[in-house]
């Protein structure tokens, strides 16, 4: 038969998705799994924009323009201005999730072998779309002693090479959930600045900001060349399925660049844009229930983990996302013990291994991502889980 | 500012598209324009395809599985089963349209550098996935004097080297209309298996023959390793919007490769998964209305076209496309003049130039597709256009 590619030998299998078989497996067996692995909340989807599909006039589904409807990007351009941003329609172009955005912003930014800097860890498939694209990552490692900041600047500045073309980060950030501070932001506008590079900004929980704001890259002054931001309604609005996204530059040659590859898929998906466009008309306190709901969440998961023995999380200020350090040997094992040998009166949780989402191999061994995408009494029935999980592993190992 | 990608310089724009702002012009000075240019039916998406996603209930809208629903995968094993294809829905992933579909093969299957043999003329966005891939494009000319039949396989092998790694076709063909036989779809075979090479095979207009059937690349014996199928309901069902395509493969490994890519965008979209899923419950003589309503176009505009002096359109045997050669020195010039200083009674038409087809500089420059996505009344007025600006045309050039 003929070979498959190497891109496709090397492209990394989801990190997230690799314990399924042993969570339907336990399922099977018929023990109930909270699964805190995967960022799919369990919030409804606004009835208002499902409405919207529901109600449309559609004789015959076109194609849309292939930077998508322009009544969509004109909405979005209120959108972005209440968060006190200031866009053209025609800087934004809308994908089909925040997926196609990040590889719109890898295939016109980027030629094969050149790298891309990304404080680690980072969402797991940023590797695959660098892996399609041909493009290196290369990751600065953030710890959990400080919460996940960002690594200092020097250390950017260490790693930088001739092939060195963009940094990309997550704000607030998935998987730490940490929310980036102004004076970060700023530092990180420089240093785009100072050596030319990109600055790709993941920006998809923009609104689950528990400590402050997030500050969005196209806030940065002077760095009109430089941003790129991916954005997407996936967590905002609770409608991952929609798969609906943004690509956002004031960068004209960029925005056109990325436009071809656009063109080349025709249009992005058209029921969800009517979706997209109605969440905007969506009442102004319509963020406040969501964002109160995941923080009594967080509040719960954090305080109920660092009581554990020999646990330690840091509080996240967004997203909804944590990462906690266990006292276990290998966060892999631990993940699918929890699945295939452990339960507790008939429950245990599903958690994601933090080693896939370090680009450094080693890292992340004793760590785990935890999203807090299901209501307190899961949660909290899934922290009784774990407490009892800690208690009996076998391969317990304090640190 | 830091430089774009050398990929993002060379992705060619849309050729179907740069016409636009011509077009856009022409209606601002009160001109009605025909467009015959682009394949977007104006048939009516099937009502009860709409109504099955207004009547669901999505309390959220998640995230699918990334190769699509299940239930889904499983209604399309019934549909290829009536197109007497079988399947399982493991080897079926849902896409985002067609377009993501071929991205995935040029993904998994070739490397950069790598050559995918294409009979042209072709659909232009072969070359933007290609670009995107860093895969070599080689063109095969086919020729309008027979009706754009499939070339000699010895032109195929003349231009084999070790970088050879997939022949890709699309039948029944965009842009030309032509439909392969069964003969020609075997000697493909034959030659693919001959010298090891994938067999892509784009079926999206595989309903919409008027002289035969058209055989899926997968009715072919023995060649289970080597065909993918690109398939879209974009144009069986009016739903371009949509964006449901799949990628179909008995090749477990280049379907586990292409799952990988699928991960890494999470998941098709899913409202369009819906449509898709009840499309294969329409009634069994869904398609003879559309099939007798396209069938009466293309006899309008293919005997209208042979009237005119000079003109000559080979009669198709698929799609709803046709390719003519015309009295004119080049059809870009010729395409942009109808648009910017034509007009006849108010009203003009939009063609795609056949330059955009071909890989082979040089060729095309007196021929057009015409895509009859217009009804019989709208056709006749296209048509009288077309004759009045033959006469008119002052690059008027016999062959």
Redesign the interface.
């Known amino acids: ?2 070979a ?6 090397q ?4 990190p997230i ?1 690799k314990l399924v078989p042993f969570a339907e497996a336990a399922k099977k067996k018929g023990i109930k799994v909270y699964h805190l692995n ?1 960022g ?6 606004p009835s208002a924009i ?1 409405d919207a ?2 109600n449309a006039s ?7 323009h ?1 930077a998508g409807n322009e009544s969509y990007r004109k909405k979005l351009v209120e959108y972005y201005a209440k968060a006190g941003i200031s866009l053209s329609h025609e800087e934004i172009m809308i994908t ?2 925040g ?2 955005a990040i ?1 719109f912003g890898f ?6 072998g ?1 790298e891309v800097i990304v404080p680690e860890p980072f969402y797991a ?1 940023y590797n ?2 660098a892996c ?1 694209a ?1 493009v290196k990552v290369v990751p600065i490692t953030s710890t959990i002693e400080n919460g996940f900041a960002l690594p200092p600047i020097a250390e950017f500045e260490k790693v930088l090479t001739p092939r060195s ?2 940094i990309l980060i997550c704000n607030p950030n998935n998987p730490t959930g940490y929310l980036y501070s102004d004076q970060e932001m700023e530092a990180l506008g420089q240093l785009c600045k100072k050596h ?3 600055l790709f900004s993941d920006e998809a929980y923009r609104e689950f900001c528990y400590t402050g704001e997030a500050m969005s890259a196209l806030s940065l002054k002077g760095l009109e ?2 941003v790129v931001v991916m954005d997407t309604i996936s967590k905002r609005y ?6 609906i996204g943004a690509f956002i530059t004031r ?1 004209k ?2 925005y056109a ?2 436009m ?2 656009a ?10 844009q009517i ?1 997209g466009e109605a969440a905007v008309d969506l009442p102004a306190d319509f963020f406040d229930a969501p964002k109160a709901e995941y923080q009594a969440r967080r509040d719960l998961l954090v305080k109920r983990l660092n009581q554990m023995p020999g646990v330690f999380c840091p509080n996240p200020g967004g997203a909804f996302y944590a990462i906690a350090r266990l006292p276990i040997d290998d966060s892999d094992r631990f993940c699918q013990w929890l699945l295939d040998s452990f339960s507790y009166e008939g429950q245990t949780l599903m958690l994601a291994p933090a080693t896939g989402f370090y680009g450094t191999a080693g890292l992340g061994k004793q760590e785990v991502r935890l999203a807090y995408v299901l209501n307190l009494t899961s949660i909290s029935a899934a922290m009784d889980c774990l407490e009892k999980a800690l208690e009996q592993y076998p391969g317990r190992k304090l640190n």
Request: include cysteine.
């Open positions: 038969m003929p498959i590619s190497t891109r496709g030998e492209m990394p299998p989801s998705r995967i799919q909340p369990d919030i409804e989807t499902m599909v529901r559609i004789p015959v589904l076109e194609y849309s292939s089909a999730g997926s196609e590889q295939f016109a930014c980027l030629n094969p050149d498939n695959g779309f399609a041909g073309k963009a030319d590079l990109y060349k430089q609770s409608a991952c399925g929609a798969r960068n040659e960029v660049t990325a071809k590859f063109q080349a898929r025709l249009s992005p998906p058209g029921l969800a979706m």
